[in-house]
């Protein structure tokens, strides 16, 4: 029983309507290739980021049900570690976005083939293609719009961008598999200009061109570039960040606030005199912002890595955490939760692990460049630890719990 015509109906379905004469299965492997170190970049980054949240702990709280890839206590040192890889995930991820539409456009007649379903497995390999097409456009929208501040949905992103990279993941692993075969054809046969009847991309009935396949590529290559200037500096620094036009804390602005204490709600009262640390463990005590400041004190050079890309290194001083754990009678404690004056959202909580307390440069910081931290830095007290994933370094720090 026959459901559907077996002539394609008039419009894209039919393949004379494509005419570029660019198409071809030897372009597509072309650009699928340089698009798979990309996203292989983007995927195993967006997996040691997960890795860095330690969603495992406490109240980091990101994600209701993981499926534990890429299980690691993150490291300390080197300082600059999550700077790096996130930068790379952020950068890389906006800079191969012109390559991924050039790749879409070169397959779309395949999206159209006629008929849409030719048998079981063709079935489940459309439905494959679907998956991993859906799941790139999901996580580079998601993903784009979190590193430009817009949150157009109402979903939580870290979830859904870990989840959306799950799936994109395994799409992608299987559609390589798939199609090795037939990048390893178009490439072995690279000097024969194959008829349409033996490449399943070229037109049937090409219009004259326009652009040559150079010209395409040339045309990708400087639009990554551009986007690769304008992007980079945030996490680079030096003089690109004058033109990280798509940084939206970047240009020029050296060391970004990610929220100010006035979003935050965070009132001059609540850090007036009557402010006091707690601190939580065998022992419970309050310290007031002078006797803070009266235990030994620290100096180093930090980074803050945000997950949106950018990073900035600043000199902090302040209490070091493992002394703190030990005011706590907690000297060798194994999570520290730090609780902010924050009086609502994700931010109340951050929970670090036992390399994080004890490792000498982390801080609970008092000061930053030699000054008293400003309001927006998160006056009077803020956590600052090496290679930590910027959005645990929590600011206006209430209380700390050792456990
Ligand atoms: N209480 C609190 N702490 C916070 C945040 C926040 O919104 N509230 N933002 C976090 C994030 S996501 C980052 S990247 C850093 C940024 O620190 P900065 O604003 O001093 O640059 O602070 C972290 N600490
Ligand atoms: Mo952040």
């Not at 996130?86 to 539409?101: A, D, E, K, S, Y």
């Amino acid at each position: 029983m026959r459901l559907l015509p077996a002539d394609p109906p008039p419009g894209p379905t039919r393949p004379t309507f494509w005419r570029s004469p660019l198409r071809s299965v030897w372009l597509t492997s072309m650009l699928g290739s340089v698009l798979l170190v990309g996203v292989g970049i983007v995927a195993v980054t967006g997996l040691l980021s997960h890795a860095a949240y330690q969603p495992d702990l406490g109240n980091n709280g990101l994600i209701e049900k993981d499926i534990g890839v890429l299980v690691i206590g993150w490291p300390t040192s080197p300082g600059w570690l999550y700077a790096f890889t996130q930068g790379l995930h952020v950068t890389i991820g906006i800079i191969i976005v012109p390559l991924l539409l050039a790749k879409l456009w070169s397959v779309i007649p395949r999206l159209f083939a006629w008929p849409p379903v030719t048998g079981p497995v063709n079935a489940l390999e459309r439905i494959g293609i679907l998956l991993l097409v859906g799941s790139t456009i999901f996580q580079f929208a998601t993903g784009i719009a979190n590193a430009q501040l817009y949150y157009p949905w109402h979903f939580n992103f870290v979830g859904a961008h870990y989840y959306g990279g799950l799936i994109f993941i395994a799409s992608l692993v299987l559609h390589v598999a798939v199609k090795v075969p037939a990048m390893r054809r178009a490439y072995a046969t690279r000097r024969e200009v194959l008829g349409p009847e033996d490449d399943e991309l070229r037109a049937p009935d090409p219009a004259p061109g326009t652009l040559s396949r150079r010209g395409l590529f040339g045309l990708v290559g400087a639009a990554a570039g551009t986007l690769a200037v304008t992007t980079a500096g945030q996490s680079i620094g030096g003089p690109l960040r004058d033109v990280a036009l798509f940084a939206p804390r970047g240009t020029g602005a050296s060391f970004p606030i990610n929220k100010t204490a006035a979003v935050a709600r965070i009132t001059p009262a609540m850090v007036g005199p009557a402010y006091r640390l707690k601190l939580v463990g065998d022992d419970e005590r309050e310290l007031t912002l002078a006797e803070l400041a009266a235990m030994p004190q620290h100096t180093y050079d930090l980074q803050i890595a945000c997950v949106e890309g950018w990073s900035t290194t600043q000199q902090w001083t302040g209490v070091r955490l493992r002394d703190l754990a030990a005011a706590a009678g907690m000297p060798d404690a194994a999570a520290m939760a730090a609780g902010s004056l924050q009086p609502r959202g994700a931010f109340r909580q951050a929970t670090i692990g036992p390399g994080q307390i004890g490792h000498p440069h982390s801080l609970l910081a008092l000061r930053v460049n030699g000054a008293p931290l400003s309001l927006d830095h998160g006056f009077p007290a803020r956590v600052i630890v090496p290679a930590l994933p910027g959005v645990h370094c929590t600011k206006w720090v209430k209380e700390l719990h050792f456990t």
